[in-house]
Structure formats: structure tokens, C-alpha cells
């Protein structure tokens, strides 16, 4: 089991901790069916489309 020898210094464990602020936002693409923005990779929430194919119905 592992085990740690050495105490890590306040600046190591600050920069560890700190990482999250230096993520970007993810990036949005137009759906091709509704013309929204939409995560790419994501069934759009707008319309409920997904590669050309209606996976959720969505109210209107």
C-alpha cells in the first residue's frame, strides 16, 4: 500500500489544488439540424438530435 515519505510543501499541494482555474471551457459547434449551439459529442438540447437521428423527443 502506498504510502507517502514526505510531507508535500504548501506551494505543491496549492498548485495541485489550483488546476481546476487553468481548465478552458469547452468549445461549442452549430447542430446541423437546428442550427444551435451544442457541445459537440452531445445529443443537441434544443431539438433532441444526434448524428442525423432523433434520440429524445423534445416538447415544442
Not at 443537441?44 to 432523433?54: D, Q, S
Request: glycine share 4%.
Amino acid at each position: 500500500m502506498g504510502v507517502p515519505q514526505r510531507r508535500q510543501s504548501k506551494a505543491r499541494k496549492n498548485m495541485r489544488r489550483s488546476i481546476w482555474k487553468q481548465m478552458s471551457t469547452p468549445g461549442y459547434v452549430e447542430c446541423p439540424q437546428c442550427h444551435e449551439l451544442k457541445q459537440p459529442h452531445k445529443v443537441c438540447p434544443e431539438c433532441g438530435y444526434y448524428k442525423n437521428k432523433e434520440i429524445i423527443k423534445v416538447a415544442e
